[in-house]
């Protein structure tokens, strides 16, 4: 069977196992013959004069837009979109703990000191707990429905200084969220801005308030209603389904979204419900970045979870475990290519968010002060499901994954682990034992080199260099279930970073667990850079998104670039047709905030120029 390697091999050795089920893996070939207009960005379909397509015969659009022009509207309609799609989460977020502090939803606060720490930033009086969320939510969702002319209020608050004044002098400070998306959309529209550096500074914009409010704010409010994360061990892959057990797979972004349920599941009517059809209860197996959020919150939901069985693109392959009797999602990363699946092994599959609304799935909007009911409807839904398949479908639940990787890392329980502060961190990188951080994030795709293929090499390439790796997002999944966030991956490090984290108990790569976690990364990197009294952009710290699949991606890299770090990516961003655009990219973007995109789709070349510019970095600070 023809199909796409990956650098999980018992996950491959499953597929070809089971040659009746089509995945995106097996679609992977006959997509080979890619758009060349399309990989350099120079197709505009934006009018019915086209679509346009630029060559060097034809330079020009009819209505006389350039490469540049074309390049540029077409990146950052994609930024808009991305950062769309976090600033949707958050806007949740905000409304269900708004809920949660207005005793509407049953639920409790779980995560007080955030709560407290979180009030204190922005200067909100109240001292009672349920009206400190309230003025919480409202404070964020005022900021995100701001005109645009209005500076969202909280970005000062949340910002490394440095990086503010910055952004100040650069004039990239955003207005009001949903209006920076808003006017992004309008600016790169037919026959607008034709100015492509304009439009790069807009998706700075976007990038910065991606980044602050669509991750880092959601993670802070996820903390507040469903408990801070809290290092521990966890079991992953697809052994952690329970066949015994009616397991509801989740999928998307939205942690919030499923309290109620996770609460639900575990109460003795629950259990009783289970019990009608044979199964010993109800278990969440988590997949996509809302998996990598319950495993990080793992010691709050013990009962409830099963456990992260892996990234986007094993979604396919963990429903032809047949083990799964239920799919609810809320956001993306939920592949179109389940539904197929899910029809051929019976599994019903339910939407809480009419933005991920599966073709052939039920919509059950999601409502705060109706959770318990939901969860109740969930219930009912699984066990029906539980009841018509399970002797009609085999479960094959393969060996597959560890029992040992580490997670519930957060910037507060790693700061917790070291004893209080980021000091031993910072000695280690002083005297060269770790040579610097490497923030590894981002998707999961199929093109580069196949299924985290990427993503593994690099990892393991820069670890052989005594630079330890933080990752987050599905990079996390697929590093997790290769046995990188293991503490017996120590043996693959370099000797120095060998030492410390056999000493410690630790894996070389630190699991900050989604996507969203992109935005604890940052914590990290402003608390680096404040304990040296410099700029994040001079710490020995590089980010690598080498398998990057969407638009959510160039949002974050927005972010990551408005930060001033180094980016390197495996596949470009659309962008090469135009020399103007890939040259502010690549480098001109330095002169302004610091950072840069680098290309560079081998995995030891990429690995060498990473740990050049962390050499480089070292250098300048004097280490």
């Known amino acids: 069977m023809n199909m796409c390697t990956s650098a999980d091999s018992k996950l491959i050795d499953f597929m070809r196992s089971k040659p009746e089920v089509e995945t995106s893996f097996n679609r992977v070939p006959g997509q080979a013959i ?8 120079v197709c505009c379909r934006l009018c019915s004069n086209g679509p346009c397509r630029i060559t060097p015969q034809t330079p020009k659009g009819v209505c006389g837009a350039t490469a540049d022009t074309i390049v540029a509207r077409n990146f950052l309609r994609a930024v808009a979109a ?32 955030t709560l407290r720490e979180l009030a204190g930033v922005l200067e909100i009086k109240e001292t009672d707990p349920a009206q400190q969320a309230v003025k919480v939510a409202d404070r964020v969702l005022e900021d995100l429905y701001l005109p645009r002319e209005q500076q969202m209020a909280m970005v000062e608050k949340l910002a490394y200084q440095p990086r503010f004044r910055r952004w100040q002098e650069l004039g990239i400070l955003p207005g009001g969220a949903k209006s920076e998306v808003f006017d992004a959309v309008v600016k790169s529209s037919t026959n607008l801005s034709s100015d492509p550096v304009d439009m790069l500074l807009h998706a700075l ?15 802070y409010l996820n903390d507040i209603m469903l408990g801070e994360p809290q290092i ?19 999928t998307g972004h939205q942690h919030a979204l499923i309290g109620s349920l996770q609460e639900q599941i575990v109460t003795p009517g629950a259990v009783a419900l289970a019990g009608r059809g044979g199964a010993k209860g109800f278990k969440i197996v988590g997949c996509t970045c809302v998996g990598q959020d319950m495993q990080l919150r793992g010691a709050h939901c013990r009962e409830a979870f099963a456990g992260h069985a892996g990234n986007n693109f094993t979604s396919e392959a963990l429903l032809a475990t047949g083990g799964i009797d239920l799919v609810v999602s809320e956001f993306n990363c939920t592949l179109p290519g389940i539904e197929p699946i899910c029809e051929q092994f019976l599994v019903r599959q339910i939407c809480l968010d009419d933005v991920a609304k599966k073709a052939n799935a039920d919509y059950v909007r999601f409502d705060s002060s109706e959770g318990a009911a939901i969860a109740e409807k969930i219930m009912h839904a699984a066990l029906a499901s539980y009841t018509r398949r399970r002797d009609k479908v085999q479960v094959d639940i393969p060996v597959h994954g560890h029992d040992d990787a580490v997670t519930g890392i957060s910037e507060k329980s790693l700061k917790k682990f070291l004893g ?3 000091k031993p961190l910072i000695d280690l990188i002083a005297n060269g034992k770790i040579k610097g951080v490497a923030g590894v994030v981002g998707c999961s795709n199929l093109t580069a080199k196949g299924h985290d293929v990427f993503t593994v090499g690099l990892t393991e390439e820069l670890i052989k260099r005594d630079i330890i790796v933080l990752s987050a997002g599905c990079t996390s999944g697929g590093l997790e279930n290769a046995g990188l966030t293991s503490p017996g991956a120590a043996e693959l490090a370099g000797d120095n970073l060998k030492e410390i984290c056999r000493t410690l108990g630790i894996p070389p790569v630190l699991n900050f667990g989604p996507c969203l976690a992109i935005g604890r990364l940052e914590i ?21 998104a080498p398998q990057w699949l969407e638009e959510q991606a160039l949002a974050d890299g927005a972010f990551g670039l408005a930060l001033g770090l180094p980016l390197h990516l495996a596949i470009p961003p659309f962008v090469s047709g135009s020399k103007l655009v890939s040259k502010v990219l690549t480098e001109d973007m330095e002169q302004l905030t610091g950072g840069k995109v680098i290309l560079e789709g081998e995995i030891v070349p ?17 280490l």
Do not use: W
Request: with cysteine; hydrophobic share 45%.
């Open 34 to 41: 890619k758009c060349g207009f399309g990989m350099q960005g």
């Open 82 to 113: 991305g950062a769309a799609c976090y600033l949707h989460i958050v806007e949740n977020t905000a409304n269900n703990l708004r809920a949660v502090g207005q005793g509407k939803t049953g639920l409790t606060i779980k995560g007080p000191e």
């Open 205 to 219: 914009k976007l990038g910065i308030a991606t980044g602050l409010y669509g991750l880092t704010l959601t993670n």
């Open 232 to 250: 521990a061990t966890a079991k992953v892959g697809f052994s952690v389904v329970e066949p015994d057990y009616i397991n509801i797979m989740v």
């Open 420 to 422: 209080g502060n980021f």
């Open 524 to 544: 990290v990197a402003a608390e680096l850079a404040n304990a040296l009294d410099i700029d994040i952009p001079q710490l020995p710290l590089v980010l690598s």
């Open 606 to 622: 990429a690995a060498e120029k990473l740990a050049e510019i962390i050499e480089q970095k070292r250098k300048a600070l004097g």
